[in-house]
Nanobody, 121 residues
């Protein structure tokens, strides 16, 4: 079993910064990709940023130039540095990992429980 635990959410003012962390633990054979999603009230969950095993990254247009995804492979941890925050960034942010847990098992997706980010003046 694999568990993902997010941390770092909270309240920020417009223009402020937060850094989210997501630590994966359990039986991990290989991490294929890790990503951050977010879901605002009444809206669909959307992809914010993704980083694949080779290190390539991709971002939603709405956060390009403001957010940065990174990882620490030794700690099985992914980060999301959020700068120049806007009220429209307010959402629950979820960590996602596509992970292989055993040599004989298929890849599968795991989700954290989410962390609330609120941007308000």
């Amino acid at each position: 079993q694999v568990q993902l635990v997010e941390s770092g959410g909270g309240l920020a003012q417009p223009g402020g910064s937060l850094r989210l962390s997501c630590a994966a633990s359990g039986s991990i054979f290989r991490v294929n990709a890790m990503a951050w999603y977010r879901q605002a009230p009444g809206k669909q969950r959307e992809l914010v940023a993704i980083i694949i095993s080779g290190g390539a990254t991709n971002y939603a247009d709405s956060v390009k130039g403001r957010f940065t995804i990174s990882r620490d492979n030794a700690k099985n941890t992914v980060y999301l540095q959020m700068n120049s925050l806007k009220p429209e960034d307010t959402a629950v942010y979820y960590c996602n990992g596509n992970i292989r847990t055993d040599v004989i098992m298929n890849n599968r997706d795991y989700w954290g429980q989410g962390t609330q980010v609120t941007v308000s003046s």
